[in-house]
């Protein structure tokens, strides 16, 4: 009789794929508890010893954040520092700086915001994207948008632009007045902050490229 190829056998087709099952499920699990992990909110306790985290916890609003190109990988990533005034303040608590990101959160989803801007990759491009508009350098001191508010601070000219876009024609494509408060100014500011600061692997890749946004200047 005639030896059977094992090509042709039911058997280790059966065994093949209930092996190839067994391993991509243990694998999806595994990747499944990585990932939230690495998504998962940071503390002030992890802020205050200096741990990373990629998503830090709210009171990263009372720190510094800078974007700075890593050898390592390839890329640029945020960097938090030192202590950094907020609105007047420095010392927001876990439960006061998570309520404000919160608001903004929900006023950026109240807003439509991602009807023209895009927001840790998802949106739209009709409008700037917002992943890391709190470290655009037209933000910073002597950027053209404080310079156009008015204002002695990022914070606070990023508050006054959301308040008042019309006022201050900054492209062909305006923002239109959403009828946004002070509080929710300084809630959605809070929430762009925070978000500038999460780890997104170099996203938006072009980023870095735009003079200044690099290291804080």
């Keep these: 009789m005639a030896n059977k190829s094992v090509w042709s056998d039911n058997r280790f087709w059966q065994r093949s794929a209930a092996w190839v099952t067994g391993f991509a499920s243990v694998l999806l699990i595994w990747l499944t508890f990585d990932t939230m992990g690495q998504i998962a909110i940071g503390t002030d306790a992890d802020l205050q010893s200096g741990v990373t985290k990629r998503v830090p916890g709210p009171t990263v609003i009372n720190y510094k954040i800078s974007y700075e190109m890593s050898t390592k990988r390839g890329h640029e990533v945020p960097v938090i520092g030192e202590k950094e005034k907020f609105f007047g303040r420095d010392d927001y608590s876990e439960e006061e700086a998570g309520a404000l990101l919160h608001l ?95 780890d997104t692997n170099g996203f938006p890749r072009n980023f870095g490229r735009m003079q200044g946004a690099v290291n804080g200047k």
């Design 104 to 198: 903004g959160k929900l006023g950026s989803q109240a807003k439509n915001c991602m009807n023209c801007h895009t927001l840790l990759g998802n949106g739209a491009y009709y409008a700037p994207d917002l992943t890391k508009a709190w470290l655009d350098p037209a933000w910073q001191d002597g950027g053209t948008m404080q310079a156009m508010t008015g204002k002695s601070t990022k914070e606070e000219a990023m508050a006054e632009f959301l308040q008042h876009p019309s006022t201050y024609p900054t492209h062909s494509r305006m923002m239109p007045n959403l009828g946004i408060t002070a509080q929710e100014a300084k809630g959605l500011v809070a929430f762009l902050k925070h978000m500038s600061s999460i």
